[in-house]
């Protein structure tokens, strides 16, 4: 007899995951689809390179400084509940985001869209492992839902590209409505709602911090670029950000329940794989920016032709990701992880003579390289991860590793961005950002080794 989960429908449960899926799918669409659009945005509402820097990072501020009090909030008010108005909103600030008339409500809306996807990730993960109690089951679920959003990660760029040659760079916010709408019609037709647990504590002073130190740090390493690294500004920014990130630790510490349990952290690898995800994720996204900038501002390309130019570096991503599980097999997890950050080092550096009038075609093997790193260090990453803490603890484990991921996409942005702000520095400052990302990445892989042989 066929097994059937909790009684369900087998087609049910596979909608359920195409739900899921849809949800993370389109937060990581978002993620990199707005590159392509740089240009445009640019040239529509006005506005200089630190407000196209905000339009990035305030989608990824909101989405990581709010990932793991949404999945708290969901485990009091139920998974379901919260998927569905996590969904709803991330719809509804796409259309705010497509209609925006200036840069500030444009960004406005970003921060929208953020909440939205900082609800949709965990509650997403919560339905799953509901939805499949049998653990052979739910592992080949969570690696569909996975593989989904690595594609729409993949995918970003050249959609983006595809939709703005096509209808306008609004448009690339417009797409995110019918997926909505189908996932949240999938989800009030067969996803089952998840025990509620009322007693759950939000550590709203933690989060209030956390929110308060990741702006601070990012509205000054935005700023530095344009006012000066020596403005009496910029220092007050730093020193306000380690003021709060002080106050965070302290009442992350004295909360009964909070909201990053600062314990995790004693075990090892938990602290090293973390570590590693921000490094990464630093040197990468923040050069996906950087080129984008390139691609569109020195080199006149589209927005079409910006997508298909980073084709090669996300080519190069979905299939590594599915050879890390044999590769790792063969090599083990440490050794896995920072042969990926070597070889994404590598194009960085190879990448770090750029020239103004560099051709295309020179620049493709360092853009592979950069891809096939990222997408073989990320499988183990994961898993060592969620392999570090007990099992209790996976939910938040997975929330620590998105969200220092996210911090570090939006640390990258926002310096990379400030190094490459002014036109006339642009390759100066492009090639200080490709050398930082070769150390970031070499710093990554040699903590990875020395750390699990400790």
Same mark, same amino acid.
């Given at each position: 007899?066929?097994?059937?989960?909790?009684?369900?429908?087998?087609?049910?449960?596979? %909608?359920? %995951? #195409?739900?899921?899926?849809?949800?993370?799918?389109?937060?990581?669409?978002?993620?990199?689809?707005?590159?392509?659009?740089?240009? *445009?945005?640019?040239?529509?509402?006005?506005?200089?390179?630190?407000?196209?820097?905000?339009?990035?990072?305030?989608?990824?501020?909101?989405?990581?400084?709010?990932?793991?009090?949404?999945?708290?909030?969901?485990?009091?008010?139920?998974?379901?509940?919260?998927?569905?108005?996590?969904?709803?909103?991330?719809?509804?600030?796409?259309?705010?985001?497509?209609?925006?008339?200036?840069?500030?409500?444009?960004?406005?809306?970003?921060?929208?869209?953020?909440?939205?996807?900082?609800?949709?990730?965990?509650?997403?993960?919560?339905?799953?492992?509901?939805?499949?109690?049998?653990?052979?089951?739910?592992?080949?679920?969570?690696?569909?839902?996975?593989?989904?959003?690595?594609?729409?990660?993949?995918?970003?760029?050249?959609?983006?590209?595809?939709?703005?040659?096509?209808?306008?760079?609004?448009?690339?916010?417009?797409?995110?409505?019918?997926?909505?709408?189908?996932?949240?019609? %999938?989800?009030?037709? !067969?996803?089952?709602?998840?025990?509620?647990?009322?007693?759950?504590?939000?550590?709203?002073?933690?989060?209030?911090?956390?929110?308060?130190?990741?702006?601070?740090?990012?509205?000054?390493?935005?700023?530095?670029?344009?006012?000066?690294?020596?403005?009496?500004?910029?220092?007050?920014?730093?020193?306000?950000?380690?003021?709060?990130?002080?106050?965070?630790?302290?009442?992350?510490?004295?909360?009964?329940?909070?909201?990053?349990?600062?314990?995790?952290?004693?075990?090892?690898?938990?602290?090293?794989?973390?570590?590693?995800?921000?490094?990464?994720?630093?040197?990468? !996204?923040?050069?996906?920016?950087?080129?984008?900038? !390139?691609?569109?501002?020195?080199?006149?390309?589209?927005?079409?032709?910006?997508?298909? *130019?980073?084709?090669? /570096? /996300?080519?190069?991503?979905?299939?590594?990701?599915?050879?890390?599980?044999?590769?790792?097999?063969?090599?083990?997890?440490?050794?896995?992880?920072?042969?990926?950050?070597?070889?994404?080092?590598?194009?960085?550096?190879?990448?770090?003579?750029?020239?103004?009038?560099? #051709? !295309?075609?020179?620049?493709?093997?360092?853009?592979?390289?950069?891809?096939?790193?990222?997408?073989?260090?990320?499988?183990?990453?994961?898993?060592?991860?969620?392999?570090?803490?007990?099992?209790?603890?996976?939910?938040?484990?997975?929330?620590?590793?998105?969200?220092?991921?996210?911090?570090?996409?939006?640390?990258?942005?926002?310096?990379?961005?400030?190094?490459?702000?002014?036109?006339?520095?642009?390759?100066?400052?492009?090639?200080?950002?490709?050398?930082?990302?070769?150390?970031?990445?070499?710093?990554?892989?040699? *903590?990875?080794?020395?750390?699990?042989?400790?």
């Amino acid at each position: 007899m066929r097994f059937m989960p909790t009684s369900r429908s087998a087609r049910a449960t596979s %909608l359920t %995951l #195409a739900a899921m899926s849809l949800g993370f799918g389109v937060v990581q669409l978002d993620v990199t689809i707005v590159n392509t659009a740089l240009g *445009a945005i640019s040239g529509s509402l006005g506005g200089g390179v630190s407000m196209l820097q905000w339009v990035v990072s305030s989608y990824t501020i909101a989405f990581a400084a709010l990932i793991l009090t949404a999945g708290a909030l969901g485990d009091r008010l139920g998974a379901r509940s919260m998927f569905m108005s996590g969904f709803a909103l991330f719809t509804a600030a796409s259309i705010a985001c497509a209609m925006a008339p200036t840069p500030a409500s444009l960004i406005a809306a970003r921060v929208v869209q953020g909440i939205g996807a900082a609800v949709l990730v965990p509650n997403s993960l919560a339905l799953l492992n509901h939805a499949y109690p049998d653990s052979t089951q739910r592992g080949s679920a969570v690696g569909i839902w996975a593989a989904g959003a690595s594609l729409a990660l993949t995918a970003g760029p050249l959609v983006g590209g595809v939709l703005i040659a096509l209808q306008g760079w609004r448009s690339i916010f417009l797409v995110n409505v019918p997926i909505g709408l189908i996932g949240l019609w %999938l989800t009030w037709c !067969y996803a089952k709602e998840t025990a509620r647990s009322p007693e759950r504590e939000i550590d709203l002073v933690g989060q209030l911090t956390a929110i308060a130190a990741l702006t601070c740090l990012t509205g000054t390493l935005i700023e530095g670029g344009a006012l000066g690294w020596g403005s009496h500004w910029v220092q007050a920014g730093f020193a306000a950000f380690a003021a709060l990130t002080a106050g965070f630790i302290i009442s992350e510490r004295r909360s009964r329940e909070p909201m990053l349990p600062l314990l995790l952290f004693r075990e090892p690898m938990f602290a090293l794989t973390s570590i590693v995800g921000l490094l990464a994720n630093a040197a990468f !996204y923040g050069l996906i920016f950087v080129l984008s900038l !390139y691609f569109q501002q020195l080199h006149g390309f589209s927005p079409l032709r910006t997508g298909l *130019a980073f084709l090669p /570096m /996300m080519a190069m991503v979905l299939p590594m990701n599915l050879l890390a599980a044999h590769i790792t097999a063969q090599w083990g997890t440490a050794t896995t992880i920072a042969a990926g950050a070597v070889i994404a080092a590598a194009g960085c550096l190879m990448l770090s003579g750029i020239e103004s009038g560099t #051709a !295309y075609w020179a620049l493709c093997a360092q853009l592979m390289a950069m891809g096939a790193g990222l997408g073989l260090l990320v499988p183990p990453l994961t898993s060592a991860l969620l392999g570090s803490v007990d099992k209790a603890h996976s939910g938040v484990a997975a929330g620590v590793l998105n969200s220092t991921r996210q911090i570090g996409s939006v640390l990258g942005v926002a310096l990379f961005g400030s190094l490459v702000a002014q036109q006339s520095a642009f390759i100066a400052g492009a090639r200080v950002s490709l050398i930082v990302s070769t150390i970031l990445l070499l710093t990554a892989a040699a *903590a990875i080794m020395v750390g699990s042989r400790r």
